[in-house]
């Protein structure tokens, strides 16, 4: 389908390039054109034609949000046992629920959270969780862009079957890839992460994985190997072909350095790290650093709801508070990771600006809405005032997915709801 | 206007009440009816009659949130000058802009904020601004009900037209009230404070003022009367009849037994102290303390903006992170500091819960969108996963005033922001 958004305002993300008044269009699922409003004689000459012609009306249009850390299966445990730490509401409260979830339910769960990724203009996902073929059928299906990463861990799955799935779910859509990654060191034990260390290296693959989320992970893992866990993974070499952290609260200075030699992303997750009171990454530092930082919502169970307008205020706010210094992290900083660095960290490069023959991941902003008013400035408006209510549109691979408040996933937010309630009731 | 709810789920925030389904009345401006569903028997026996009758859907009816702290006129300078320090950023920026502001442009100002409360289920504010008479009719015109708090300083007014304002400002409609207060320590010298403290006592006042917002803010103080801002404006007596503090981020053991000792309310401003760096408020220790908490947002160039629902998970959040204990200030604790207790806070007896003779400030939840889902835990899921897309309808003293996006406030959106932009365009 060809589609031309006219009268719009288009951040596009590029470095160092200003919002500007004009169009752009979309061919398929890509970007067509961006630039100056054409005439009609200009389009005809060109012989552009469009399936549909949105009027903007003045809205923003920019790329659409990357998630890079989520586990949208956990939608199901939103507002269940919350007001406990990290590893006591894993063991007691997850683990075993999660333990009797099936493939379907995964999938169905997975459904609910894209439902509420839209409402947030995201457009890619980069999820850890169970089922993970069931997940990529479901994101398929409802048309979100996701980017699952193992979660293995000594309670499984097997070696063998990881080395299966990385085959097998890459390459095999154009929305849904895999990424080599581990749940977290205090869930794997040496012998295990030797061998992912080896595919690593096999695949020429970088890893992913939970990372000094906690001062007391950080604290076992020194009192296990005597290492930090970001320099003990490190020294297993399992960062020889980059990857990143999730989390990154607690970082020693010779955690930055590996990060910065071995180009590794770190992704943010301010609400999960505020509700779980796991602490404040240094989102400075790393930009300091010259670190890539994203931002990830982490699962609807931690944060408990999959936003990332709430993160991006985050984002700058805790850094502020860390800091004690108002003009520490921008809004345009944020934006970026939010966008650009996502699209980096995920392996996405065709998803981060909007540009000719780019992905057509891109969302519309309502700037009507009295949190945008007055203009003075748009980026940081977006950062320190946006919210949900602001997403007019969402698109995701050339598809309207998200509009006005409807969707169009291939299944009723209400038959969605339905068998999400009948979940909770077999489970809990 | 009578109006009947019905097929609702109902939170009225009495103290134990659990939330249970049934209807609910209007009649005026008062609640007269919550209870179980009832037939077109009882209603007729009852002589009950309707100019509308509302199908819920199953959604939540709750009482609307109290902004116990707020600048409406600065919405002007949302997303100017950001990312400076509380002090530099008044003084450089803010100051010198409100200087050339008018009466009619805080008026028109503050009914563009009146926009974004309604959007966030916000049916009541405590506001100290420039301009008071004229932002007293800009309330009173589009129906939010407000308190507006004296924002006296060494710069201006005069003690006399203090005096006459706060005379003249109460009584003169249901929806506006006018309380004592000032500006801040820093900005009053002793001969005023004492001035404000005989007043106070004439007429039997609480003071209300911003309290402990920086470490600055306290350091200097401390030079300058050896005593905290708390100690030294309590020893002037200016708290004799209660009142509260804004922000309250830097609290000595001391400033906690004025607070009991006098009854004073702790106003938590979570947006605006992580935006401006300026720490977190001891949000646990007041709850210990028996130290009644609401809720502000703080004005929008501070913030940037007006949303209760941000504001509720910072509370928490940032409860949390202070403590290091994921367990501090639960979900409900957080929507009684936004209802229950911002009207205590607010002087708004009337206002506080759902029940017979109350004043009708009501809003409706939409508990169908993808982020309230499942039904885990309807108070943890507003306060942890809430946004203003949330709210379904505003309603304030029994008028609907925002409903499924559209409002009724007698001025159209699109009218104050083409004259807010008039305003941007003539002072910037």
Not at 132 to 139: G, K, L
Not at 175 to 183: A, D, E, Q, T
Not at 244 to 252: A, V
Request: a negative charge.
């Amino acid at each position: 389908m060809n589609i031309r958004f006219y009268n719009a305002k288009i951040l596009t993300m590029i470095e160092g390039q200003e919002i500007f008044e004009g169009e752009l269009h979309v061919e398929g699922s890509r970007i067509a054109y961006t630039g100056a409003a054409l005439s009609d004689e200009e389009m005809k000459a060109d012989g552009r034609s469009f399936d549909r012609e949105i009027d903007c009306e003045g809205n923003l249009l920019m790329p659409g949000f990357k998630n890079a850390h989520t586990h949208s299966g956990m939608t199901l445990m939103r507002s269940y046992a919350d007001g406990l730490p990290l590893q006591e509401w894993l063991e007691t409260k997850i683990f075993p629920l999660e333990a009797k979830m099936t493939g379907d339910d995964c999938a169905l769960l997975t459904k609910l959270a894209v439902l509420e990724y839209l409402t947030s203009g995201i457009t890619s996902i980069m999820d850890m969780y169970l089922s993970p073929e069931e997940i990529a059928t479901a994101c398929e299906e409802t048309g979100m862009r996701v980017v699952q990463v193992s979660g293995i861990n000594k309670f499984g799955p097997s070696i063998e079957v990881f080395e299966e799935r990385y085959n097998k779910l890459n390459g095999r859509h154009p929305l849904s890839s895999y990424m080599m990654g581990f749940h977290a060191e205090y869930t794997c034990d040496r012998e295990l992460l030797e061998k992912l260390s080896e595919l690593a290296h096999k695949y020429k693959a970088p890893m992913y994985t939970h990372n000094s989320e906690t001062v007391k992970e950080v604290g076992e893992c020194k009192e296990r190997y005597g290492m930090t866990p970001t320099v003990f993974l490190d020294s297993l070499g399992l960062f020889d072909f980059g990857g990143g952290g999730y989390h990154c609260c607690h970082m020693s200075d010779e955690d930055i350095e590996v990060f910065k030699k071995r180009g590794l992303s770190a992704v943010t997750n301010p609400g999960s790290n505020t509700k779980l009171a796991s602490g404040i990454a240094p989102v400075k530092r790393f930009l300091d650093e010259g670190i890539n930082v994203a931002i990830g919502t982490d699962g609807p169970s931690s944060n408990n709801c999959l936003d990332m307008f709430r993160e991006m205020f985050l984002v700058t706010g805790l850094a502020k508070l860390r800091e004690k210094d108002a003009s520490v992290v921008s809004g345009l900083d944020v934006l970026k990771m939010a966008t650009v660095n996502g699209a980096k960290a995920m392996g996405l490069n065709d998803c981060d600006v909007l540009e000719k023959d780019k992905e057509a991941d891109i969302i519309m902003i309502d700037l009507k809405q009295p949190n945008m008013q007055p203009v003075n400035d748009i980026p940081n408006n977006i950062v320190y005032s946006g919210s949900k209510q602001n997403v007019k549109m969402t698109m995701i691979h050339g598809k309207i997915l998200y509009e006005d408040g409807k969707f169009d996933i291939g299944i009723s937010p209400e038959e969605i709801y339905k068998q999400a309630a009948a979940i909770q009731e077999r489970l809990f």
